[in-house]
């Protein structure tokens, strides 16, 4: 009998989180990752979001499935779309990672990942996560760890969502039938502009931390020169629309909805991560 979860990107930030979350629930999890990576909670089998072929023995004996987006620059068509048509076919239940921003048209990407769950008629979860609290260190940390965090946006609210409560939302739409067939927005309790967040790191580590805006072009060189592919730059730059029009300042009560206690202010995450924050 199928009794087991599949977490995909079992060893990143938010993965890593997600099997740590099911192990405690005394859940069975198969950790899907690249060859040579553990888990210290659960069996690691080899998985490449590069390589179709390595998806079809994930799926074996498996009933619900964590899917999300490697922090790796592919593309997200390419990467989990052969994994969503795998979830229809062995009609299991799924959960997406998704973005606040999927629903701006059927073309994004996300959205057409969340679409097919939708017109499958199987049980899903779909979680739309805000820009996550852990950005700042792990994607943003070089930035923060010399002091100036340069980005192509302006001061725009965000509620910045810790890493750990989309764990425990995930864990929990994973585990129970409570949310099945809906939606869900994850946030922080509280919407904050970049200039905040940088003087709440500088004031937890005793360093000067700034934010400053910088042109599209400027970020977009900077991708570049960071190897990142050139078809997907665009898509890196264009999430910062969200900052822009405001759809990142939404604050949502979903985080406690699905766990039982409200999200993690941005104060904690950096408390609780305050020597990631410290580097040379």
Known sequence: MADSILVLGATGTIGQLVVSELVAKGETVKAAALDGQTHPDAEVLRFDFRDPTSIAPLFEGVDRVFVLMPSAPLDVIAALMPVMRHVVD????????????????????????????????????????????????????????????????DEGLISFVDGRDVAAAAAAALTGSDFD????????????????????????????????????????????????????????????????????????????????????????????????????
Do not use: C
Request: charged fraction near 25%; aromatic fraction near 8%; avoid cysteine.
């Open 90 to 153: 062995r009609k299991i239940k799924a959960v997406l990672l998704s973005t606040i921003a999927a629903d701006v048209s059927d073309d994004n990407p996300y959205r057409r990942l969340e679409l097919v769950l939708e017109n499958s008629g199987l049980p899903f979860v779909i979680l739309r996560a805000n820009w996550f609290a852990d950005n700042f260190r792990t994607v943003w940390k070089d930035d923060v760890r010399k002091g100036e965090l340069a980005l192509p946006t």
């Open 181 to 280: 067939g809906q939606t869900l927005v994850l946030t922080g309790p509280a919407a904050i502009p970049l200039s905040r967040a940088a003087e709440v790191m500088s004031h937890v580590t005793g360093r000067p931390i700034a934010f400053r805006p910088i042109a599209a072009a400027d970020y977009e060189a900077r991708l570049a020169a960071e190897g990142v592919p050139e078809q997907l730059i665009a898509e890196r730059v264009a999430e910062f629309d969200t900052i822009r029009d405001g759809k990142a300042s939404i604050v949502s009560p979903a985080v406690e909805k699905m766990t039982g206690r409200p999200p993690r202010f941005f104060e904690t995450f950096v408390k609780d991560h305050a020597t990631d924050f410290v580097g040379a």
